[in-house]
C-alpha cells in the first residue's frame, strides 16, 4: 500500500481548452522501465479531458507491430497509444520502426520505405540527417495539428554509445522545447541512483527539461523509498510526480505494452496461477526466430478459458489442445530452424495424432508441402519442402502485399465478417482441391485441409474478431467435451478499450502532470 503522499492526481490545465500546450516527452533510465506505458496514460488522461492529444516515438525496436489504414507497419505500442489518445495509428506517430533480425542486425523500415537488412550500428551513424529531417516534418505536421504531442523516448537519454546519434530522446525534446518526465523501475536494485547518473551526465540546459520523477513498477517498502526520494528532491529539486505499485495483471490483455519477457523465455512445462478453471485450453505458441508480431496472440491470452504458451523450437511440444505457427520475416530460414531443432517433426507427429495446427502468414506456408523463393528473396534460393501438413505450396515473389482486408468466413461457421491485414510477398495455390478447402470467401485468405485440423490463414489479427475466434475455439472446446463459450461477443478492440481505461483508472490517482504543462 503506498503512502497517501504518493497518490497527487491534479487536472491539466483546463483553462487553457482548445491552445497548444506543453509537449511532453517521457524519457527512462533504461530501456523496460515502463516508458511505453506512462505516455499511454497520459495520452488516455488528455483524451478524456477533451484535449487533442497524439503520441510519437522517433523510432522504436520491436518485433510486434501494426499495419495502419495507409498500409504502413508502425511498433504496435505506438498504435496503443493512438488508440488511447482517441486518434487512428499512421506512419506519422511512429515514422522509423526497426525490427530485430540477427545479432546486431535489424530490419530498417524509414518514412514506410523499407532498407532491408543492415547493422544497427549504421542506422546510428549513417543516416541520422535524412531521418532527422523526417523526424522534424513528422513533428511540425503533429504539432501543427493536435493541443499535445506526448513522445516516449527510448533507451536512456544519455547513453554514452549512441548519443551523438540518438534522435529519440533530447533531441525530440529540444525541438519541441518540451518538459520531460524521467521514468525509474522501482522494482529493481538502484533505481535513485540510475536517476542520478543520468541527470549527471546531461547537459545543464538539458537537465533542466526534467521537471519530474515517476517510479514505477514499485515492489518496496514506502517508508524506504521515501527517505530515498526526498534525498532525490532535496540533491536535484526535481519533484516525485508519482510512484506506481507492480501490478502485472493489468497488462493481460495488452502484453505488446507491457514487454515480451514472458514470450521470449517461457517454462513450458511450468504451471502458472492464472485463476483459470479445469476447462482451459491450452494453446501453444511456437517461437520463431524471426517471428513477426506478438499482438496476433492478444486476444487469445486475454480469453479467460484459455492458456497460452511459447514454446522454443528446442522444447518438448507435448499434446495442446492448438499449435500455433505464426508469422515471421524469414520463412524459409525459420522451417530450417524447425527441421534442425526437431520441431517439424513434432508438429507433424501431432498432426497425425488428432491435434490441431494453425499457421499464420510465414507459419501457413511452413504447413504446406514446398515453398520455393527463385530469386533467393530471403537470401536461399531454391525449392524447399516443408512440413507437408497442409496440400498447399508457396512461392515468394517480389512484389511485397501490405493492405488491411475484410472477408466473410466459410470456416470454421459461414457469414462471420472478419478483418484483418495481409503483409506478405508470397503466392499460395491449393495442390488438390479435394485435400483442402478455402476458409474464407477469397481463396487466397486461407486454406483448411479436409478434417478441419490444419488452418492457414494469410491474415495478421484474425484472432481480433470475436465471433470467429470463439467459434474456432468452440471446435477446440468440443474435442475436450467442454461447454461451448457464447460467440455474441464484440471484437478485441472492445476488450483493448477496456484494459487502456482499467489501466488509467490505476495509475492516474498516484500520478501528477500539472507540472508537465507548466510553461
Known amino acids: 500500500m503506498l503512502a497517501p503522499d504518493f497518490c497527487c492526481s491534479k487536472p491539466v490545465n483546463e483553462d487553457r481548452p482548445g491552445k497548444y500546450m506543453k509537449s511532453i516527452v517521457v524519457l527512462g533510465t533504461s ?17 478524456r479531458q477533451r484535449k487533442r492529444v497524439t503520441p510519437f516515438k522517433a523510432h522504436n525496436i520491436s518485433r510486434s507491430t501494426y499495419l495502419t489504414e495507409s498500409g504502413h507497419r508502425i511498433a504496435y505500442a505506438q498504435a496503443l497509444q493512438a488508440w488511447a489518445a482517441g486518434q487512428q495509428p499512421s506512419l506519422t506517430l511512429a515514422p522509423i520502426l526497426l525490427e530485430p533480425f540477427e545479432g546486431s542486425m535489424v530490419y530498417a523500415i524509414v518514412g514506410g520505405t523499407s532498407f532491408g537488412r543492415i547493422p544497427r550500428v549504421e542506422c546510428v551513424d549513417q543516416h541520422r540527417e535524412p531521418n532527422w529531417a523526417l523526424l522534424k516534418s513528422c513533428l511540425s505536421q503533429l504539432k501543427a495539428q493536435y493541443d499535445v504531442v506526448v513522445c516516449e523516448g527510448a533507451g536512456n537519454p544519455v547513453d554514452v554509445g549512441i548519443e551523438g546519434g540518438d534522435l529519440a530522446n533530447l533531441q525530440v525534446a529540444r525541438f519541441l522545447e518540451a518538459n520531460c518526465v524521467l521514468v525509474v523501475d522501482g522494482g529493481r536494485g538502484g533505481a535513485i541512483p540510475h536517476a542520478i547518473g543520468t541527470l549527471e551526465l546531461m547537459e545543464p540546459a ?96 486475454a480469453e479467460p478459458t484459455v ?15 492448438a499449435v500455433i505457427l505464426p508469422g515471421t520475416r524469414n520463412t524459409i530460414a525459420d522451417l530450417k530452424v524447425l527441421q534442425a531443432s526437431g520441431m517439424a517433426d513434432q508438429i507433424r507427429d501431432y498432426v497425425a495424432a488428432g491435434g490441431t495446427a494453425f499457421g499464420i502468414l510465414g507459419g501457413y506456408h511452413m504447413l504446406g508441402e514446398t515453398i520455393s523463393d527463385p530469386e533467393g528473396i530471403e537470401g536461399i534460393e531454391g525449392r524447399h519442402h516443408a512440413l507437408g501438413v497442409l496440400a498447399v505450396k508457396t512461392v515468394i515473389v517480389g512484389k511485397r502485399i501490405a493492405r488491411q482486408r475484410g472477408a466473410v468466413s466459410v470456416h470454421p461457421q459461414a457469414g462471420l465478417q472478419v478483418s484483418g491485414y495481409e503483409l506478405h510477398q508470397t503466392r499460395t495455390q491449393m495442390i488438390d482441391t479435394n485435400l483442402v478447402k478455402s476458409i474464407f470467401d477469397e481463396a487466397g485468405l486461407g486454406m483448411i485441409d479436409r478434417y478441419d485440423a490444419v ?21 477446440l472446446r468440443q474435442q475436450r467435451g467442454f461447454k461451448a463459450l457464447p460467440t455474441g461477443i464484440g471484437n478485441h478492440r472492445m476488450q483493448r478499450e477496456q484494459a487502456i481505461d482499467q489501466i488509467t483508472d490505476e495509475f492516474i490517482p498516484s500520478l501528477d502532470f500539472s507540472v508537465l504543462f507548466q510553461d
Open 307 to 321: 492458456t497460452v504458451k511459447y514454446f522454443q523450437p528446442e522444447d518438448t511440444l507435448g499434446y495442446p489442445d
Open 206 to 301: 538539458d537537465r533542466q527539461r526534467i521537471k519530474g520523477l515517476i517510479v514505477n513498477k514499485f515492489d518496496g517498502s514506502p517508508e524506504l523509498l521515501r527517505r530515498s526520494l526526498d534525498w532525490f528532491e532535496q540533491r536535484t529539486q526535481i519533484p516525485t510526480l508519482g510512484v506506481i505499485p507492480r501490478k502485472q495483471e493489468l497488462f493481460h490483455h495488452l502484453t505488446p505494452i507491457a514487454g515480451l519477457t514472458q514470450r521470449i523465455t517461457p517454462p513450458p512445462s511450468a504451471s502458472t496461477s492464472t485463476g483459470r478453471d479445469h476447462n482451459t485450453l491450452t494453446i501453444a505458441v511456437i517461437r520463431l526466430p524471426h517471428t513477426a508480431s506478438f499482438a496476433d496472440f492478444d486476444p487469445l491470452e
Open 455 to 475: 488452418w492457414g490463414i494469410n491474415l495478421h489479427g484474425i484472432f481480433d474478431n470475436g465471433p470467429w475466434r470463439r467459434t474456432w475455439l468452440n471446435r
Open 31 to 47: 530501456s523496460n522501465v515502463g516508458k511505453s506505458t506512462i505516455a499511454m496514460v497520459i495520452c488516455r488522461h488528455l483524451h
